[in-house]
Structures are given as structure tokens and as C-alpha cells.
């Protein structure tokens, strides 16, 4: 049917997007109390599953809530959530529920507000973005994938207003990561991306890449990469869920290397396309019981 309006899912019920509503008592609203997931899906499949499930509960877990649903409880939901087989990514918001008056400390027995939705992908500019430094002031506790965004929200607004597709995180003289992504870049022909601690989210896609480039035997070190070694870097990449592998070319208005995307970028990103292809093609990921086992 045409036009027909996005259904989503919250707590338990599916239903039009416009009907979706949830109180102004909901600690998600009120204090930003609640974690999230973004999903890629690719021909119908996600990609990586099992890994973004876990985050998640590495997630709830970090901010004392206990899973409300089970992963074949997710599995169902996201089975129907999924339209099509156009690049999509399932967001996925648990917040600590809806308290009976503003009180920061947790109300007691309350349910968990549950919301999914599916939303395209966009194709990533292959002839790469622009993006700007800026001083990381987060929390402490980025590891955890919390809805509470406002410092990412102000950083990447400043890229937005600055023509920036990103902005790059600075803090004690090292590069951590995107506002929305995690960082790679190629210095001395060797790929570099920051080890994985409180400081920044552990990257599904980060891991990918990771992967990609042991399994094909690229140079590559997992340590902090300097300020100074990212404004000499023969190359700069920001990975996400939705961003997949994203060539900088220039950085502060000045090129990165050349200013045009690098072979380090054109291999590492051929071997994500063929991954994506392969879920594409049904060589699926999303095999239920290797999830429900893991
Ligand atoms: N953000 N670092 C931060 C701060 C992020 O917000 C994200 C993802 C990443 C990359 O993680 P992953 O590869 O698992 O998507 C790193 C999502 C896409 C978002 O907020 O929309």
C-alpha cells in the first residue's frame, strides 16, 4: 500500500508511528535514564546480532537494569519490524520506565519503556567527509551506550554548523573517537585505532574492521593514536553501525594527506562491501541458533 505509515514497537504492542506516545513521567524524557542499540541490516539480516545484544546488556547492566526481553523475545520483535530488503538499521531504546513523580534516585517496581523502530541507511559519500577536532567533554563513562547524548549532540551540531559531517573527540592529547563513531587512521602505513576502555564505545562495527584487518594481515596496532599523529595521518576513518566505514579527507579545513580517499580505506571498504553482500545474498548471520547459543 502506498504511503502507508512506519509501524514500530513499544512495549509490547506494535502499532503506526504516530500513535507510538509515551509519558512525560518516562525517565527517558526526564532524565535521559536508558540505554540504546543501532542495528545495520542488510538484505533482511542484521549484522552482528549477537555482538549488538550483548552490548546491550553490557549496557543495562551498567546502569543496574536487567534485560526486559530475551534474545529470541528481540529476534521476534525485530522480524517484524524488518521491511524489505533495503540497507536499514533497527534503533532500540530501553529506558528505566515511568516513575509516579520527578525523583532522580530509581522509583521501585517499575516497568522498563521498550521502543524499536527500522529506519533506512543512507549510501556513505565514497569520496569521503570533512570533519572537525574538539574537545571531548563526556562523561566517564562512554563504554555505556546511554541515550544520554547531549554532549555528542553539541559536538556534532558544531561539525553540522562548521560543513562537517563529523566531529573527531580530543581529550589529554589523543584523538578517542567520533561524536557518533569510532576512529582508525594510517599512520606510517600502519593502521592504528584506540584500545577499547571507559573512554570510548565499544564499536560493533570498530570490531569488524578489526577483524577485517587481522584476518587479512594489514599492519595494524590497537593503541591511542596522538593528536599529532592524526594531523599527519596518511589517512582518517570513522566507522559506525549506520556509517559503515567513512573515509575523512580533510580534517580542520586542511586535507588529510592528499585529500582524496586512501588505499588502505579502498581495501578495508571493499572487504566490508563483500561482508554486506554476503548478508545480502541470504549467506545470513542471523542464524537463530547460533545467537540463542552464543
Ligand atoms: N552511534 N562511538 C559512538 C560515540 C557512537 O555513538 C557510535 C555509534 C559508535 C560506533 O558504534 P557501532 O559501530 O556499534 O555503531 C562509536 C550510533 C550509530 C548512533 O548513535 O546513532
Not at 590497537?222 to 599529532?228: A, Q
Request: net charge negative; charged share 20%.
Amino acid at each position: 500500500m502506498l504511503n502507508q505509515e512506519q509501524i514500530v514497537y513499544l512495549n509490547g504492542e506494535f502499532l503506526p508511528l504516530s500513535q507510538a506516545k509515551v509519558s512525560v513521567l518516562d525517565r527517558g524524557f526526564l532524565f535521559g535514564d536508558g540505554v540504546y542499540e543501532v542495528i545495520p541490516v542488510y538484505g533482511g539480516s542484521p549484522l552482528r546480532l549477537a555482538e549488538h545484544l550483548q552490548r546491550l546488556e553490557n549496557s543495562l547492566s551498567g546502569i543496574r537494569m536487567v534485560p526486559p526481553l530475551d534474545r529470541q523475545q528481540w529476534v521476534l520483535i525485530f522480524n517484524r519490524l524488518i521491511h524489505g530488503v533495503d540497507d536499514q538499521s533497527i534503533y532500540l531504546q530501553v529506558t528505566r520506565g515511568v516513575g509516579t513523580k520527578r525523583d532522580h534516585a530509581f522509583p521501585l517496581g517499575i516497568a522498563p519503556t521498550v521502543f524499536a523502530m527500522c529506519t533506512p541507511i543512507a549510501p556513505i559519500p565514497a569520496s569521503g567527509v570533512k570533519a572537525i577536532t574538539v574537545p571531548d567533554i563526556r562523561w566517564q563513562w562512554c563504554h555505556v551506550k546511554a541515550i544520554t547524548l547531549l554532549a555528542n549532540v553539541l559536538q556534532r551540531q558544531q561539525a553540522v554548523d562548521e560543513g562537517c559531517a563529523e566531529a573527531i573527540l580530543l581529550r589529554d592529547g589523543y584523538a578517542m573517537e567520533g561524536a557518533a563513531s569510532n576512529l582508525f587512521a594510517v599512520v606510517d602505513g600502519v593502521l592504528l585505532t584506540p584500545p577499547k576502555g571507559n573512554d570510548i564505545l565499544p564499536g560493533i562495527t570498530r570490531d569488524l574492521v578489526v577483524e577485517l584487518a587481522q584476518a587479512n594481515t594489514m599492519k595494524f596496532e590497537e593503541r591511542g593514536i596522538t593528536v599529532d599523529e592524526l594531523r599527519r595521518a596518511e589517512e582518517v576513518w570513522l566507522t559506525s553501525s549506520t556509517r559503515e566505514v567513512l573515509p575523512v579527507v580533510e580534517l580542520d579545513g586542511r586535507k588529510v594527506c592528499d585529500g582524496v580517499v586512501g588505499p588502505v580505506w579502498a581495501r578495508m571498504n571493499g572487504l566490508y562491501q563483500a561482508l554486506k553482500e554476503e548478508l545480502r545474498k541470504g549467506h545470513s548471520v542471523f542464524n537463530i541458533r547460533e545467537l540463542l547459543d552464543s
